[in-house]
């Protein structure tokens, strides 16, 4: 599912979203915090305010998989990211054991917001282009990025 391309083999988490984005030529910053499971706690650990975080919500229909990046502080409307992304009425969220199975690079819950990384249709909130810079999950549960949403929409 993931550009082969683009993650060597054996990359893992920061290792893999870092050597992505300096392929890409992208500016971001690097965070490192203690573990977090969820997206506002990794907000909080990085200094930051929920809505300036972005979670990455993986979905999953008869079509394959599909992000939607929403602020951390919202909650997926499943019917609007439907039609969003021209998904069926079968569109829901992935399960842990599906994101696992078929993101292994990644943990769990921690899955960058970057659609050429991930292989999947993406769409992006655009209450989060209002900032200049946001943060998001960085591929595993202790790492954060600090990058301008123009650049996740531009990858």
Same mark, same amino acid.
Request: charged share 25%; with cysteine.
């Given at each position: 599912?993931?550009?082969?391309?683009?993650? *060597?083999?054996?990359?893992?988490?920061?290792?893999?979203?870092?050597?992505? &984005?300096?392929?890409?030529?992208?500016?971001?910053?690097?965070?490192?915090?203690?573990? @977090?499971?969820?997206?506002?706690?990794?907000?909080?650990?990085?200094?930051? !305010?929920?809505?300036?975080? !972005?979670?990455?919500?993986?979905?999953?229909?008869?079509?394959?998989?599909?992000?939607?990046?929403? $602020?951390?502080?919202?909650?997926?409307?499943?019917?609007?990211?439907?039609? &969003?992304?021209?998904?069926?009425?079968?569109?829901?969220?992935?399960? *842990?054991?599906?994101?696992?199975?078929?993101? $292994?690079?990644?943990?769990?819950?921690?899955?960058?917001?970057?659609?050429? &990384?991930?292989? @999947?249709?993406?769409?992006?909130?655009?209450?989060?282009?209002?900032?200049?810079?946001?943060?998001?999950?960085?591929?595993?549960?202790?790492?954060?990025?600090?990058?301008?949403?123009?650049?996740?929409?531009?990858?």
């Amino acid at each position: 599912m993931m550009d082969d391309d683009v993650i *060597e083999q054996g990359m893992h988490g920061i290792e893999a979203v870092a050597h992505f &984005l300096e392929r890409k030529r992208a500016a971001y910053e690097l965070i490192e915090h203690p573990d @977090t499971f969820a997206a506002v706690d990794e907000a909080r650990a990085a200094g930051s !305010a929920p809505a300036r975080m !972005a979670k990455t919500v993986l979905l999953h229909d008869h079509g394959g998989f599909r992000a939607a990046i929403i $602020p951390a502080s919202e909650l997926l409307d499943l019917h609007k990211a439907r039609v &969003l992304l021209g998904a069926s009425g079968h569109l829901r969220l992935a399960s *842990e054991d599906e994101i696992e199975r078929e993101f $292994p690079a990644f943990d769990a819950g921690a899955l960058p917001p970057f659609s050429a &990384l991930l292989g @999947t249709p993406e769409i992006l909130d655009p209450r989060l282009l209002a900032y200049h810079n946001i943060l998001c999950s960085g591929g595993d549960h202790r790492h954060t990025l600090k990058i301008s949403p123009r650049e996740i929409e531009r990858l």
